[in-house]
Structure formats: C-alpha cells, structure tokens
C-alpha cells in the first residue's frame, strides 16, 4: 500500500475519448488472475475470520453466536494487552534502532573507502538467512555462549542468560530482530545517498560548509524519502513479529514477549480460533489506523 | 488462468484420493521418539495388502488443527489425547469408535482417565493406544553413593535434596527455559501430587464463568501451598544455570551423572540413552504431602487413535485402525517407548526404569496432570515458567483464576 503511492505517476493528459478507447487485452491477462488469487487468499479468509470472530468456532464443529463477547473478554485481557504493549514498543525501538545504525553504515559504506563492495556484501549477508535459523542460532549464544563467557570472564551480569530475563528478554528480540533487518534497510539507504548528486557537494565545500552541515542541510533533506519509506515498511513489519520470537524465546520468559501475531496463530492451535479472530479484527482495524497515519504524514511532506 | 488452474490442481491434491490404484490414507502421527518405529509399522501393512497405501504425516498437531480446520483432516489420527486433541471429541468432531475390537478391549479405568480429558455424550471418540506414568526419573548410582533411599513424604524428598546439595551433586536437573518442562513435570507434579485433582476439576469447571477471589475453589486459593512446596525445590535445590537449560540439555546432563533427579516423563528416557545407553536410572512420584499413602503418579493419554468424521476413507480407517491394535504391534510400541498398556490385554510393562511408578499405575492411584487438563487457550507452559523465573505465585494463579472465568464467558 505505502510503496504503490510513492512513485509520483505523471499525470494521465484528460482526453475526451479516454472511454471509448479499448482496453489492451494484456492488461485483463495481468489484473483478473490477480485480483482473482488476491481476493481468495485475503480478503474472503479476512472476511470469515471476522464473521467467526462474533461467535465460539474453535476451527471444527458446531458453533454458536456469542456477540461481542469475545471483544469484552478481549479488553479484560492482560495477556492480550501486555502483547499490544510489547508488539508496540517493540517496533518502535526497533525502528529506531534499525534506521539510525543502517544510515550510519551507509553512509560509511557509500564514503571513499577501501574493498567497498566487498564490505557491503558482508553486510548483506543476514539479510539472505532465514528468521527461525537466526533465532535459534542467536538463542544458543545468548543461553550458552555469553554466560559461558561471563563465566570466563568473571563478568557477574552476563553469566545469567539475557533471553530469560523477563526484563531484558525484549531487547534481545530487539537485537536479532535488528540484526536480520538492518542490511535490507542499508541497501535503500545506500541507493538513497547514492542517489544525490556530488556536484551539490562540491558547492557546499566551495561555500565553507562542513562535513557536519552538509550531513544535516544537504543529505539528510535529500534523502528524507528513503527515511520514510524504511519507517513504513520497517514498522509495518515489526508489527508482525513472528518468527524470530518464535525461535529465540517462544514469548517467553512468561509471556514477556509474546507477539499480537503469536497470540493469534496460537489462537488456531490451542482451540481459540473465534477469540482470536476477535484479536486479529482490532489489530486489522489497528494497523489500518497506523497506515493511513503514515500515508497522510508522508503526503504532507511530498506537497 | 493459469492461477485458477493452479488453485484447481492445490484443491486436486489436496482432495486427492488414489495413487496407481490404491486408496491414500493419511495417517497423522507426531510422536517424534517414535516415527522409526510407526513407519516401520506402515510400510509392513503397506506391504501386507494392496488396496490402501498409508502415508505417514508427521508434520505436527498444528498442521492436524489446519486440517480440520479446511475440512481435510487426516483419516486417522494416532496423537497426544490432551486438552487440544480433546476439543475435536467434545466437539463430536470425530467418529464413534465403540463397536471396533479395540474399544472392547480397554480397561475400564483407563476409559474413565480418557473420557475425564474429553467426551462426546454417547460416543466412544478416542481409543486410547498408549498410557504414560510420570514421575521423578533419578541417578540409582548417585543416590547409592550417599546412601539414600527413594523418598516417600515430602519431608524425606527435602532432606535427600540436603544431603545432595551438601555433597556438591545438583538435587535436581531445572531446563526452565522449555516452558513445557515446567507445566509437565513441575507444576503438574505439584499440584497432582498435593491435591485431589479429580475433585478440583469438577468443583472448578461448575464455578466456570465464576471463578475468582471469593469462590469456593480456586487456583489461587488450592494451588498456592503446592507451589510454594515447588518453589522451595526449584529455588534452591536445582542447577545453578537452570534458567537457560533447555530439554536437551537436561536429558544430556541426566545421561552424564551431572545431577541425582529430573522432573520427566519416560520418553525423556529414549533420549537419555542416546548419550549413555548404561545410564543406571530409575522413577517414583514425587511426594509433596507428609502421608507416603498420598503418592499418585502423574498419567497422560499419550497416545489415542480418533477418526474424523471428515474423512471419506472410514473403512480403511478402521481397518489400518484394527492393524494396529493387534496385540503383537500395539505391546512392542508399549515395551519400545515404555508406555503402559491400556487394554485388558495387554502385557504388562517390564521395563526397570518404569517399576517405581508401575504399582501405582496398576493400583490406579494415578492423576491426569492439570497442564493437560487446562484448555490451553491458558497458557499454562508460560505462566508455570513465569513462576520458576521469580513471579510471585500468588499474582500468577490469580491471572490463571481470571484466564479460567474469562474463558468460560466466552464459550
């Protein structure tokens, strides 16, 4: 949704005859198969799970109407507010952590160094790695490797195991999370810097600007775009941890960081389906709201 | 198009019913210590006749919740009869077994233990194939070398876990971060041990929508002293990095003598013996009340065959059903995974590393564990690791209290 709208289309010359002109029979051959596969793996599941969400379906058998009894009981909670609270913040920091050190590395990655190209490809390795092998890789080092090494080092904080902190589990999702996610971001970034013209460089230099105001009045402006598009997509993603959680805590220690999507797929397993249903109704409804906020932010800048 | 033709070829497949003749029957079956064995079952019955081919799915109950779920399930499922395989019985979601020879044959004891985890008035749904006895699995060699004996109250258990504590040796082996581990073994235990459970479940399930602070039984109000008794163990009598040690790690320690006792069940033992085949093990349940008249072992369903009511294949069903409750078949499974046998006739369970939890089985002082009798929309696995991690009982039960009526409200 948020990448269809980026590119400006240039706009369509108004013709009078625009109606009666005949449709090429490629663009049927493009759309309808499309449209078609779209609307049978989206929206009609989307539409029934939200039909089921108003009643007490496990998956299988009979069922009957509840209302909202499943929202009522969904708002009363804690484990379901406790993964709105995670999922959130989560991303939030996330987003953060992942934008501010993928900018920092492109732009050491696009500066006048040397083995550049080598360099980037090494950078770019997790990103062509799985999420569940990262997390299961990364859960071994942080509850054997690291307090291994704690022991060794006589370094009292890292003997205990970070992921079964309930108070610093989270940032270890944070870390692998950021880990895997940063090199596709770095690969926009770097496009983006790429993209400017050097000659604008040369002006500042030859105006007495430093290396400090040319990053703050000269980069950063021309590459704002690429900033918002890597908030949205990341965000939007983030939004929907799954994997990575699954492999490095399964949500745990408790529940501590139990995603909104893990509580939903779960929701199918453990015989919840209409309850969370229910839950993936108002994060749907959710999302949508932080979408649109996006969309209608960014519009304003572009105007 | 050609995506309509794909969609129409997934739905093919997926409805698909013969390979070269023969009728497929897919046979869900996830006990993973097992799947050697079970295929081994297959391919001969695949062998034996030439009308049905059994295909083995081993993918998961996850992926026999989707079946059911599209309307696809498999024909027969040989899986865990916990709260999760349960819904699909109270539902009616699957077929009346009752007048197969399998069903005729079962103890009716272990009927009542089946039917107390789920039933659809009026049907047999599941026929149970293999019961597991759970209790504490413990080092006869450690336990030789400091003189001690199998504990039988809990103060006994508490002044064994000193000696070995005193001694260096790790009383017992924690792998805290499996959440599973904590409900199966540690809080089950607790609880099973401290409580009529049978009663509680009956007292509690009426309460439904009611339970909380100011009803009658509650978890906060019945479970807190077994708890509390769990918490004395797992705090301080347990492996210094208990918190970071998974399942695997535990059954590698218990094979390498690093602690004296585990909170398992007998499939751990198959695992085990892949590190050390000699490991000198033996079982007794864990005593968590001052009368050794009070010791149950903790059981479970392991396995139980259903047949959906979806599945176009019900003869066949049935028949690869009847193949596999041959006496011949059904007791070697028992013997290979050291399962009790469930049926009248089945032989009885010779294995030593089991004989500490045999008598009680047979004289049916036996519990179903209440991680398997919770609906598992409470997450039972993640709030028992809650509470070894550090949280205090009293919130966490109260949270289970508040899952509990929240969930009967919504039924």
Known sequence: ?303 | MAALAAVAMIGAGLAGCSSGGRTKLVFAFNKREAVPFMQQVVDDYNKSQDKVNVVMDTSGLNSTAAGFVRGAPADLLLANFNNQAARYVNQCAVTDLSDTDAAKRVRPDVKALVDGVGKCPGRTSAVPYSIMAAGVIYNKDIFAKYNLQVPKTYDQLLSVSKTLKSNGVAPFFGTFYDGWTVSQGWFDYAAGGSLDLKSFFQSIEKDGANVGPNSSVSYEKDFLEPMNKMMTLAKDYTNPDANSKIYGDGNTAMANGKAAMYLQGPWAFSEISKTNPKANLGTFPLPMTDNPKDLKTAVNVDLGAMIPEQSKHQAEARDFMNYLFQPKIINAYNASQLGFGPLKDSAPETDPRVAGLRPYYEKGKIYAGPSYVIPQAIPIPQLAQSIVLGADPKDVLSTIDADWARFARRQ
Do not use: C
Request: glycine share 8%; net charge positive; no cysteine.
């Open chain 1, 1 to 303: 949704m948020a990448i269809s709208s980026l590119p400006s289309v240039p706009d369509v010359p108004e013709k009078a005859d625009r109606k009666h002109r005949k449709v090429e029979p490629v663009f049927w051959w493009m759309t309808v198969p499309t449209l078609v596969v779209f609307t049978l793996a989206i929206p009609i599941p989307a539409a029934i799970g939200i039909f089921y969400s108003f009643t007490n379906y496990i998956g299988v058998g009979k069922w009957h109407f509840l209302g909202l009894a499943n929202y009522i009981a969904m708002f009363t909670d804690p484990q379901i507010r406790q993964s709105y609270i995670f999922t959130i913040g989560f991303s939030l920091v996330t987003v953060l952590a992942v934008n501010v050190i993928s900018f920092l590395l492109a732009v050491g990655l696009t500066a006048r160094i040397r083995a550049k190209v080598a360099l980037r490809t090494v950078f770019v390795i997790p990103m062509v790695i799985s999420g569940i092998v990262i997390a299961y890789v990364f859960q071994f080092l942080f509850s054997n490797s690291l307090p291994a090494l704690g022991q060794a080092l006589g370094v009292g904080w890292l003997k205990e195991s970070m992921v079964t902190n309930p108070h610093l589990a989270w940032v270890a999702v944070v870390f692998v999370t950021a880990w895997q996610s940063i090199p596709g971001t770095l690969l926009i970034y770097i496009a983006g810097l790429m993209s400017v013209p050097e000659d604008v460089y040369e002006a500042a230099d030859i105006d007495g600007a430093s290396k400090f105001q040319q990053m703050t009045r000269i980069t950063i402006p021309l590459v704002f775009s690429y900033v918002v598009i890597n908030t949205i997509l990341g965000f939007k993603g983030y939004l929907n941890a799954y994997d990575i959680i699954v492999g490095l805590t399964n949500g745990g220690p408790g529940t501590s960081t139990m995603s909104v999507a893990m509580n939903i797929v779960n929701g199918l397993t453990n015989g919840d389906y209409a309850y969370q249903m229910a839950n993936a109704t108002i994060f749907f409804i959710f999302t949508l709201i932080v979408s649109l906020l996006q969309l209608s932010l960014m519009r304003g800048r572009n105007k």
